[in-house]
């Protein structure tokens, strides 16, 4: 195989002709990973000869005449937070080390359904906690760019396989910008659909009123192919949208017409922007304006409390959701005290207690007990109602500054990230600035509408820039298009790390 073609564009179209075989692309991929996963440990797991097979099965149905997906033979690399029958899901914790699932996420069966070859499961975050990929069992990913910098997270595994071209596309999380911050920081393009768009079914929860998976890729064609095949109503999952899916692939050739494009200034003008990222966005802004876009400068009042809001309901939706881990039912357990409990003696100090509380202290690591603690806190009876139901209540008044942004507007323009990628273990234990790097991506979440990062240039220092375009409820089609018209605009060309050109 050739070795500059790492692209689902230029690799999908000599499947379908047969000039390629998905063997021989899935085998180019895996060479890939066994060279770079020492040095980038985008990978959680993979299986070589799984892969292979699933691509001769492909190569054997286009043969025989059988008509298949735009994306069949194509490999793609999962989070290891979507559950697969045929590999660990760890959710990058010791928990669940060795859990193996035994059905296959929604989203992973519309993948296998429509051809794609799975490479394997990307590193991330313990249970998508932290946004720097740091913070799980198995250790850091590293960074395709500068691998002394962060990768993002907390789907960094899946934004740098995709980076340094050890899988054409992948699969990630996005709960507060997950998703949208590695892309950013790995100068690659992802997307954060509607909630309820792409299924959660079969997604191991954070927090699951804002828990949401969607692509990445090198272009914005990448994430219109994957989205047109994931996309679409699933009864399992009940916050599933039973509404029609788009063209999202014819979608992103349409011609840019009288676009409106909504600057939110604040992010722009506000402190805390590193200038080179604040110069690119203006750069990016400049040329909206040569295209034929309005800009209409879009103030979002209620913006300052998203992190705050955000910080409250996502730990008390994760204190819930991760009780079910204590060793009982499935995954890690610490060894059961089998000394007889004195009659009388209090329940705090029985076996069973004890097993579940070491279960708990020895499988979590540090980020997801601050916030089940966090969590746990928040919702106990005195604090509910002060803290809890009054996130809610502005989570609501997030929604609705969006609501009246998008009445105005069609997307809205700004950073993806407040600076360009920090180094490994600057902010891992400082959990406000950490924290502070999801300033401008937990809105779209706690609204529950669509935003993409695109790169958009580097830093004189060579490390990747991002911009996000967030646009109304279901309107992923014109995000892609917005944004597709800009990269054709500036004649964009997928960016290669050296390390991933070598």
Same mark, same amino acid.
């Given at each position: 195989?050739?070795?500059?073609?790492?692209?689902?564009?230029?690799?999908?179209?000599?499947?379908?002709?047969r000039e390629l075989s998905s063997r021989e692309v899935t085998q180019f991929f895996l060479d890939r990973i066994e060279k770079l996963q020492p040095s980038i440990r985008a990978f959680i797991s993979w299986d070589s000869e799984?892969?292979?097979?699933?691509a001769d099965k492909i190569d054997r149905r286009r043969a025989s005449g059988e008509s298949l997906s735009p994306l069949a033979g194509i490999p793609i690399a999962i989070k290891d937070i979507l559950c697969t029958t045929d590999?660990?899901?760890?959710?990058?914790?010791?928990?669940?080390?060795?859990?193996?699932?035994?059905?296959?996420?929604?989203?992973?069966?519309?993948?296998?359904?429509?051809?794609?070859?799975?490479?394997?499961?990307?590193?991330?975050?313990?249970?998508?906690?932290?946004?720097?990929?740091?913070?799980?069992?198995?250790?850091?990913?590293?960074?395709?760019?500068?691998?002394?910098?962060?990768?993002?997270?907390?789907? !960094?595994?899946? %934004?740098?396989?995709?980076? /340094?071209?050890? $899988?054409? #596309?992948?699969?990630?999380?996005?709960? &507060?910008?997950? +998703?949208?911050?590695?892309?950013?920081?790995?100068?690659?393009?992802?997307?954060?659909?509607?909630?309820?768009?792409?299924?959660?079914?079969?997604?191991?929860?954070?927090?699951?009123?804002?828990?949401?998976?969607?692509?990445?890729?090198?272009?914005?064609?990448?994430?219109?192919?994957?989205?047109?095949?994931?996309?679409?109503?699933?009864?399992?999952?009940?916050?599933?949208?039973?509404?029609?899916?788009?063209?999202?692939?014819?979608?992103?050739?349409?011609?840019?017409?009288?676009?409106?494009?909504?600057?939110?200034?604040?992010?722009?003008?506000?402190? !805390?922007?590193? %200038?080179?990222?604040?110069? /690119?966005?203006? $750069?990016? #802004?400049?040329?909206?304006?040569?295209? &034929?876009?309005? +800009?209409?400068?879009?103030?979002?009042?209620?913006?300052?409390?998203?992190?705050?809001?955000?910080?409250?309901?996502?730990?008390?939706?994760?204190?819930?959701?991760?009780?079910?881990?204590?060793?009982?039912?499935?995954?890690?357990?610490?060894?059961?005290?089998?000394?007889?409990?004195?009659?009388?003696?209090?329940?705090?100090?029985?076996?069973?207690?004890?097993?579940?509380?070491?279960?708990?202290?020895?499988?979590?690591?540090?980020?997801?007990?601050?916030?089940?603690?966090?969590?746990?806190?928040?919702?106990?009876?005195?604090?509910?109602?002060?803290?809890?139901?009054? %996130?809610?209540?502005?989570?609501?008044?997030?929604?609705?500054?969006?609501?009246?942004?998008?009445?105005?507007?069609?997307?809205?323009?700004?950073?993806?990230?407040?600076?360009?990628?920090?180094?490994?273990?600057?902010?891992?234990?400082?959990?406000?600035?950490?924290?502070?790097?999801?300033?401008?991506?937990?809105?779209?979440?706690?609204?529950?509408?669509?935003?993409?990062?695109?790169?958009?240039?580097?830093?004189?220092?060579?490390?990747?820039?991002?911009?996000?375009?967030?646009?109304?409820?279901?309107?992923?089609?014109?995000?892609?298009?917005?944004?597709?018209?800009?990269?054709?605009?500036?004649?964009?060309?997928?960016?290669?790390?050296?390390?991933?050109?070598?």
């Amino acid at each position: 195989m050739n070795q500059s073609l790492p692209f689902v564009h230029e690799l999908a179209p000599k499947l379908l002709t047969r000039e390629l075989s998905s063997r021989e692309v899935t085998q180019f991929f895996l060479d890939r990973i066994e060279k770079l996963q020492p040095s980038i440990r985008a990978f959680i797991s993979w299986d070589s000869e799984l892969a292979l097979s699933e691509a001769d099965k492909i190569d054997r149905r286009r043969a025989s005449g059988e008509s298949l997906s735009p994306l069949a033979g194509i490999p793609i690399a999962i989070k290891d937070i979507l559950c697969t029958t045929d590999s660990p899901t760890t959710c990058g914790s010791r928990i669940l080390e060795q859990y193996r699932s035994p059905y296959d996420a929604h989203l992973v069966s519309k993948l296998r359904e429509a051809g794609l070859v799975i490479l394997g499961k990307t590193n991330l975050d313990e249970f998508a906690m932290g946004g720097s990929t740091e913070t799980g069992f198995q250790g850091p990913a590293y960074n395709p760019w500068d691998l002394a910098r962060t990768c993002g997270g907390s789907s !960094g595994g899946s %934004a740098a396989s995709v980076a /340094a071209a050890m $899988a054409p #596309i992948a699969i990630g999380t996005d709960t &507060g910008g997950s +998703i949208r911050q590695p892309a950013a920081f790995c100068g690659v393009c992802g997307l954060k659909p509607t909630y309820g768009r792409v299924s959660r079914y079969g997604l191991i929860a954070y927090a699951s009123s804002l828990d949401q998976a969607g692509p990445f890729g090198h272009t914005i064609s990448d994430l219109a192919m994957v989205m047109q095949v994931t996309a679409g109503h699933d009864p399992r999952d009940s916050t599933s949208l039973n509404v029609p899916v788009d063209d999202y692939t014819s979608a992103i050739s349409k011609p840019l017409e009288g676009a409106r494009i909504g600057v939110i200034r604040e992010q722009i003008d506000g402190e !805390g922007l590193d %200038a080179e990222v604040r110069q /690119a966005i203006l $750069a990016a #802004i400049d040329e909206y304006r040569r295209m &034929g876009c309005k +800009i209409i400068d879009i103030a979002l009042p209620h913006t300052k409390y998203s992190i705050a809001t955000y910080y409250i309901i996502a730990p008390c939706e994760a204190s819930s959701n991760l009780s079910r881990y204590d060793g009982a039912h499935f995954g890690f357990r610490a060894a059961l005290n089998s000394k007889p409990v004195a009659a009388g003696a209090s329940k705090q100090n029985s076996p069973l207690v004890e097993m579940m509380s070491q279960t708990r202290s020895q499988g979590f690591g540090p980020e997801v007990r601050r916030r089940i603690m966090l969590g746990t806190y928040t919702l106990s009876e005195g604090y509910f109602d002060a803290y809890y139901l009054k %996130a809610l209540k502005v989570r609501r008044l997030i929604r609705q500054d969006y609501d009246a942004a998008f009445e105005k507007v069609d997307v809205l323009l700004g950073p993806t990230t407040p600076t360009p990628p920090f180094r490994l273990g600057e902010k891992v234990n400082d959990p406000v600035q950490m924290y502070l790097e999801d300033l401008f991506t937990v809105g779209a979440n706690l609204a529950g509408i669509p935003a993409i990062s695109l790169p958009i240039g580097k830093t004189k220092s060579g490390l990747p820039i991002g911009m996000q375009l967030q646009g109304p409820a279901l309107s992923e089609s014109r995000l892609l298009q917005i944004a597709n018209d800009y990269h054709r605009a500036i004649d964009y060309r997928p960016m290669l790390p050296p390390i991933a050109a070598d």
